[in-house]
Structures are given as structure tokens and as C-alpha cells.
């Protein structure tokens, strides 16, 4: 049974149509229950999709058509890939449920998107701009209703960036491993721990 | 000097010129600090971009800049003199190039590596510093994509030109442009006009 039939059997009418491109499956599912559809593909015997690859989304020339967030998901025990994309209604608000409490991975991504394209992710722990300095004020820049050289002219663009205070683009907990360290495996704590960068805790 | 720092703020006017001119003793000098400055310049890399690794073929053994006093790179701005950016230049490390280009102590002069660096390159959008002298004063422009290091070194003997033609009795030599109360180390006028697509590309003029 393939993923997408296997999604049919257990969401029904959730899963609102699925297609092969080019040799990949990729699903579009509802909104409102992505969430719950995601964490099914992760946890469930048979589809063990594990690792989360990448999410953007994709605004489309065609103003009518929705703009699309995209999960690429990757199965490492079956070499299996699913791509599962959700329609967002470009009139009605762009906001989707965060998958940071399935894949920690998600953080940055989902960061990316919202800086991008302005998806605001529910539930995300620290959703920023990430690309994008934290007071640019211009907009999502890959939308297509943005210009190519931005909205502001060259010399305001560079005002802004002229009067930007560099440090306050970073704290010092983005700078340092130390958080992490508790939660790296045992063996890499280990080595961390007496390698030649001395000891970190 | 104004809150808009011009061209016309680094010319020196005939008041200033006045009562000072080249002698026999400012001359020797010259010619003795010049000597020395040229010689033993202490690029401080800014390397952003695909131009770095162009610039660092040039550090190391083959080209060898070290062969023209650039022995040391300096990774700390306080002790460089020659800032040398090498590559594209987004808005967001603008006010990181500025920061450096602040913190480096006179006498210093800069080196813009590349088109990127230059004019902005092919990169004409919203993310893109269009040339760097929108942010800093530039001393030379290197132009390729990316220059070679023999592109890079003719740039940097045009750089020691240049520094053995100052004289100490020119009041304007060591003037810093900072950036104004509006933010501008340029009148806005102007960066738009450099910011046009190859805006200051067809400006350039050899600057020896
Ligand atoms: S000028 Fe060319 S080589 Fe240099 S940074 Fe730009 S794209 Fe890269």
C-alpha cells in the first residue's frame, strides 16, 4: 500500500488529492489537520518518515492560485521520500501549525518561511526573521507581488542598513554550543567532552 | 565639515591651501613615510563571497603578496591599514564593513575586489549593498568576476601609486567621512545614482 492510499484509509476526505511528479508522490493535505497528518507519517509502522528534509512553500505567478507550504519528508529505514504540500488561500490569513514539536530541525525552516514568504507558523517557539535582519520592514521578498530590487529606494535601503546595530542581530545562546550540549548522543558528548577543544561542561 | 560629506568637503579649498605648500623638508618626509606606508601595507580581509577564494590564491604561495609588504594579514581591524573587501556585500553586513572601516586607525585606504564589491554585480536586488563606496570610501576598484590575483596584485601597486603620491601639507588627506546625523555617509541623491544597474562601473576613472 503506498502512502498515499494508506493517508486516504485513515484521514479520508483530509487528504485532498495526490499526484506522481516525476517519480516522487506528493500529497496535498488540509490545513487543519496537517499537523496531526504529519505526525501519523512519523510514528506509524509502515511509513516511519523520520526526518524531515526540508519545508518552504512556493508562491505561484498565477495570483488565483494558492500559495503552497511544502514538507519534504524522507523515511531513512525504507529510502522512502513524501512530499506533502498544504494550499494556503493567499486572501485569508497564511498561518499554519508548527512541526517543531515533531522535528527540531523545523525551527530554522519554519523560520525561513515565515521571513520569506510570511507564513506564521502556530506553535513555533521563536518564530524571526532569519535571513532577513530583525527590523527590515520591507516585506517577504519571495513573493511575487515583491519587487526585485525591494520596495524602498537604494538610498533609504542603505540608511536603514547604516543605522542597523550589528550585534543585536545575535545573542550569545545563538552563538554557543554550550546549549546544546545536553542533548547531543552519548558519544558525541563523550568526544566533545575530552577532545582538543577541552572540555565543554 | 557638514553633515553631508561631499567631494567637495575632501577637496581642499585655496583658505586651507593657503600658506602651506611643498618644501624641500615635507617632501624628503613624504617621500621617506610614503616609502615606508606602501611598502608594508596590513590588509585587513573582508572576504565575503567567491572573491575570497581568489583573494586568498593571491595570499598564498603561487602569487604571494607577502613579495609586496602585505606579509601580515591583519584580522583585527585596529591593526590594519588596507581594507580589502572581496566579494558581494549584502545589506546586512553593511554595518559590519562600516564598523570595521571605523575601527581601523588612519592612515588607511581600501581596496573594492570585484564586481560584486564594486557595483553590486550581477546581483541587482533587494538584499545587495549596489557598491561598496555607498557605505565606505574606496581607494581602488578591482574589477573581474572574480579578478585574478594578478588582477588583484596590478590593484594593489596602483594602491602603492597612489600612497607615494600623498603629500603630509594637503589638510584634507586624513579626513574621516563619518556617517551623518540622517544616517548618510552619502547624499541619498547620490547612492541612488550609484545604485543604478552598472551605476559606478561607468564612473570609474584610474585612480593613478
Ligand atoms: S564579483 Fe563574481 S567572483 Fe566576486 S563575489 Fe561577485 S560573483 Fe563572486
Known amino acids: ?201 | 565639515m557638514g553633515l553631508t560629506p561631499s567631494a567637495a568637503d575632501l577637496t581642499p579649498t585655496d583658505a586651507e591651501l593657503a600658506g602651506v605648500s611643498p618644501n624641500f623638508l615635507t617632501t624628503t618626509l613624504d617621500a621617506l613615510t610614503n616609502w615606508g606606508r606602501a611598502n608594508s601595507l596590513w590588509p585587513m580581509p573582508f572576504g565575503t563571497a567567491c572573491c575570497a577564494i581568489e583573494f586568498m590564491a593571491t595570499a598564498a604561495g603561487r602569487f604571494d603578496v607577502a613579495r609586496f609588504g602585505m606579509e601580515r594579514m591583519s584580522f583585527s581591524p585596529r591593526q590594519a591599514d588596507l581594507l580589502i573587501c572581496a566579494g558581494r556585500l549584502p545589506f546586512k553586513l553593511a554595518p559590519i564593513i562600516r564598523r570595521i572601516w571605523d575601527q581601523m586607525p588612519q592612515p588607511k585606504w581600501s581596496i573594492s575586489m570585484g564586481a560584486c564589491a564594486s557595483s553590486g554585480g550581477i546581483f541587482d536586488t533587494y538584499a545587495m549593498v549596489q557598491g561598496i563606496d555607498t557605505i565606505i570610501p574606496v581607494d581602488v576598484y578591482v574589477p573581474g568576476c572574480p579578478p585574478r590575483p594578478e588582477g588583484l596584485i596590478y590593484g594593489v601597486t596602483m594602491l602603492q601609486k597612489k600612497i607615494r603620491g600623498e603629500t603630509m601639507v594637503d589638510p584634507t588627506l586624513r579626513r574621516e567621512t563619518e556617517v551623518d546625523a540622517r544616517g548618510f555617509y552619502l547624499p541619498p541623491e547620490k547612492i541612488d545614482v550609484l545604485s543604478e544597474p552598472f551605476g559606478n562601473s561607468v564612473h570609474q576613472t584610474r585612480s593613478a
Open chain 1, 1 to 201: 500500500m503506498t502512502a498515499a492510499t494508506a493517508l486516504q484509509a485513515a484521514f479520508g476526505s483530509a487528504i485532498v488529492r495526490s499526484a506522481v511528479s516525476c517519480g516522487d508522490l506528493i500529497v496535498w493535505v488540509e490545513r487543519d489537520r496537517a499537523h496531526d497528518i504529519l505526525a501519523w507519517l512519523r510514528d506509524t509502522a509502515g511509513q516511519e518518515y523520520n526526518y524531515l528534509t526540508d519545508i518552504t512553500a512556493v508562491d505561484y505567478r498565477d495570483p488565483e492560485r494558492p500559495l503552497e507550504v511544502v514538507y519534504q519528508l524522507r523515511s531513512l529505514a525504507r529510502k522512502a521520500d513524501l512530499r506533502v504540500k498544504i494550499a494556503l488561500d493567499k486572501l485569508g490569513p497564511l498561518e499554519v501549525e508548527s512541526v517543531y514539536d515533531l522535528w527540531k530541525g523545523a525551527d530554522w525552516l519554519e523560520r525561513e518561511v515565515f521571513d520569506m514568504f510570511g507564513v506564521t507558523f502556530r506553535g513555533h517557539p521563536d518564530l524571526r526573521r532569519i535571513l532577513m535582519w530583525d527590523t527590515y520592514a520591507e516585506g517577504h521578498p519571495l513573493r511575487k507581488d515583491f519587487p526585485l530590487r525591494g520596495h524602498f529606494t537604494r538610498a533609504e535601503q542603505t540608511r536603514q542598513a547604516l543605522a542597523a546595530n550589528p550585534e543585536a542581530h545575535y545573542s550569545i545562546e545563538e552563538l554557543t554550543i554550550a546549549e546544546a550540549f545536553g542533548e547531543l548522543p552519548e558519544d558525541v558528548r563523550r568526544r566533545l567532552a575530552h577532545g582538543e577543544r577541552g572540555r565543554v561542561k
